[in-house]
């Protein structure tokens, strides 16, 4: 019975965590899902936000591009045309000229604006929108916080501490699973700085880069701030009236290996579900860094050469992402590279042309072994050997084994000289009646030893035996 009774027990909590799975697993996949659409306006800023079936607007384009706009939220087919959230970062034409449209054709909320007014026909226009269609609008301020479906949406900055207009821009973060975006509109790196200052939350996988790519935003101490994973641009085709993005922000972006996209390319759609991100549009930017890919040195440990001076220059391949690299994209620069030592190669990538362009820089290290020493002389003193040989400045010092073994391999006695400079030395205490055999290398700490120089052979010393003639004592 009681063996029963453990049975029975066995499979109720069984089915308690079939059943248990049953209820969670529905919510976990659908934990973390959200879209982004970046859309194509042209010069402007038009972002939709879409979770669980909820949308949040940010910005709108200009008013000239207002079908640009219109035509793609018509695409998302909006369930009853209600909207949660329009956002207006900051008044600029190019940011709230469509935004009139928008409340003629979709319910709308709640909107969110910055306390800044502009007097422009756009502003007017957006605010008689709201006004007519009795929608409820509020100023945001630093840390507020809502939802959207799945997704939780925080001001990190409100715009109050401009004193122009892009300074006014409304930073939102976009936090969803483990993954989050940061939504810049305009704002300037004046303004970038002062928020890294006040140690705001700036982490996040996906930036939309502010200002359409200008040089005097995003910058590099920001971008170190945030670590983006994925970079999108809004902006125009070039033109002599359009020049963003600047080469000097997509060199940034490259130099932190963010995946980089443009609006110039069309509508781009990113999804994250379940902590990944995920894109199907093409990354488009010239640049790319070389720092983390890798030189290849046809051989790391060198010789040097017997005239001094002589530079050794391998011969490089760079390889980035796996991929062998055109030479006639980067430069190659030596240094340390005429003396023994650790001798450097520094790769520079060439930011002419027009496409794959490399920058940043990448070095590596090989190593120069001192040259092959060589005696001058080994003169013989009875007890004595007077060693000379040549000097290696550049070197720690040198090694002289000696012995009666030719070989070198039993009786090897060393000496250390411990100067590249000094080339001279007297070897004491040897016997008179054995041949020696002396060789001398020289060594450089780290790096180490040069070859060993030929043999210099001292024979026994030939000791001629004297007679001496015995003399009768004379009485």
């Known amino acids: 019975m009681q063996k029963n009774n453990k049975t029975i027990i066995k499979y109720i909590a069984a089915l308690f965590l079939c059943c248990a799975f049953v209820l969670v697993a529905p919510v976990i996949a659908k934990a973390g899902e959200l879209t982004m659409h970046t859309i194509n306006v042209l010069h402007g800023d038009a972002i939709v936000l879409e979770s669980g079936g909820h949308y949040m607007l940010v910005d709108s384009g200009y008013a000239e591009n207002s079908e640009m706009l219109m035509s793609y939220l018509e695409k998302l087919d909006i369930p009853e ?5 329009v956002v207006a970062t900051h008044p600029d034409g190019d940011h709230i000229g469509s935004m009139y449209k928008v409340y003629e054709e979709y319910n709308v909320a709640n909107t969110i604006l910055n306390d800044v007014p502009k007097p422009i026909k756009a502003y007017s226009r957006f ?3 709201i006004k007519e269609e009795g929608t409820p609008f509020h100023n945001p301020v630093d840390g507020e916080t809502w939802t959207l479906g799945s997704a939780k949406i925080k001001v990190i900055y409100d715009g109050r501490q401009g004193t122009t207009y892009n300074e006014s821009s409304i930073v939102l973060k976009v936090t969803i699973d483990n993954k989050s975006i940061l939504l810049t509109a305009d704002l300037p790196s004046t303004m970038e700085e002062k928020l890294i200052q006040a140690k705001c939350d700036l982490a996040a996988d996906i930036l939309k880069v502010g200002h359409h790519g200008a040089a005097l935003s995003t910058s590099t101490q920001f971008l170190k701030k945030v670590k983006p994973t994925h970079a999108v641009i809004s902006a125009a085709p070039y033109s002599a009236d359009n020049l963003l993005p600047r080469a000097s922000l997509l060199k940034r972006l490259a130099k932190v290996f963010a995946k980089t996209y443009r609006t110039t390319d069309g509508d781009i759609v990113m999804h994250i579900k ?9 990354e488009n930017n010239p640049y790319l860094c070389i ?4 030189v290849v040195l046809n051989s790391t440990l060198w010789t040097a050469g017997a005239v001094a001076g002589t530079a050794i220059k391998p011969n490089v391949s760079l390889f980035v992402n796996g991929q062998l690299m055109d030479p006639s994209k980067y430069s190659i620069s030596y240094s340390d590279n005429t003396h023994t030592g650790i001798a450097s190669v520094k790769v520079t990538g060439k930011e002419n042309g ?7 820089s990448l070095s590596t290290t090989f190593k120069i072994l001192p040259h092959k020493s060589k005696f001058y002389s080994a003169i013989r003193y009875n007890t004595k050997v007077a060693l000379h040989w040549n000097a290696q400045k550049t070197c720690s010092g040198y090694e002289i084994q000696y012995s009666t073994d030719k070989s070198f391999k039993t009786k090897v006695k060393k000496v250390l000289v411990k100067s590249g400079t000094t080339n001279k030395k007297t070897i004491s205490k040897i016997s ?34 004297v007679k001496v003639k015995k003399t009768k004592k004379k009485n």
């Open 432 to 465: 008179k009646k054995k041949t020696y055999y002396f060789r001398v290398r020289s060594y450089t700490t780290n790096v180490g030893n040069g070859a060993w120089s030929t043999k210099a052979k001292i024979k026994k010393v030939k000791v001629k035996k």
């Open 127 to 129: 605010i008689n929108a």
């Open 291 to 294: 720092t983390k890919g890798n």
């Open 274 to 282: 379940n902590g990944v991100i995920s894109t199907d549009h093409v």
């Open 354 to 360: 027009t496409t794959g362009k490399l920058t940043g």
């Open 81 to 85: 045309k209600n909207i949660d959230y």
